[in-house]
């Protein structure tokens, strides 16, 4: 069995990899997730062969994906999210005491050639990477999974108003990351 | 009326929720008269395109590899789980 986990390492690995990356958008937890995931292979040996080797890791990868962001949010508390109201600070950078835009939303000039396209979808993955764990998480659960707003709010035990609030600032992170880093012409 | 940084919230709701009535009309009225969080709300839908675009894009380029030393790694705790 270990022969056959390591020729899979071999022949899946980087896939796998390229996978948990794309969802997690951090290099250490998607090495750990397909570390979880061949040894959740071993375990319980269910492979048949009916389906490919690499649709089957994947499948696996998928739940270790989601226990991951899970456990990040639940891990760490919440008492930072209060709700977004008149005495709260964290939005400073973004608005004015008059609740004004301090830098205003500027029009984003998507690429059109396919190189334009590569580096904006890179600057994007690096913007990404650097959201804060808790936010990266509950975003990708929301934006690339697309789970339904009141399925997260029950996987992660939060209320709506707390998904919002993290959804907010995860999106006003990676819009001003965009902005500063997206330079066209 | 609202200020731009409900708007925003709002906004950002909006693709979380249907927003109620109230909200809602808040909102357009907002909007009409805010070229800032007209983009900014546009801008949201385009981030979102993109993100989907992003994960197919890091999913599929071959030039993303697990490190070497990832794969002893791993290697190494498969053989001991196995032992």
Known sequence: MSQNINDWLNEHGDYLYRFALARLRDPHQAEDAVQETLLAAIKNNSFEGESSARTWLTGILKHKIIDLQRKQIREQPLSDLIDLDASDTSMDDFFDKSGHWIDRPQEWDMPDSALEQKQFLDILSECMEKLPAKLKAIFMMRDVHEFENEHICKELAITATNAWVMLYRARMGLRKCLEMNWVTG | ?83
């Open chain 2, 1 to 83: 009326m609202l200020t731009c940084k409900q708007a925003s919230q709002l906004i950002s709701q909006s693709l979380d929720r249907p927003l109620p009535l109230s909200s809602r009309l808040q909102l357009r009225l907002h909007l009409f008269i805010c070229d800032a969080c007209t983009r900014f709300k546009q801008q949201l839908h385009q981030l979102r395109n993109v993100v989907k675009r992003a994960t197919t894009h890091t999913e599929n380029d071959s030039a993303i590899r697990l490190s070497k030393e990832a794969k002893d790694r791993i290697s190494n705790a498969v053989d001991s789980e196995n032992d």
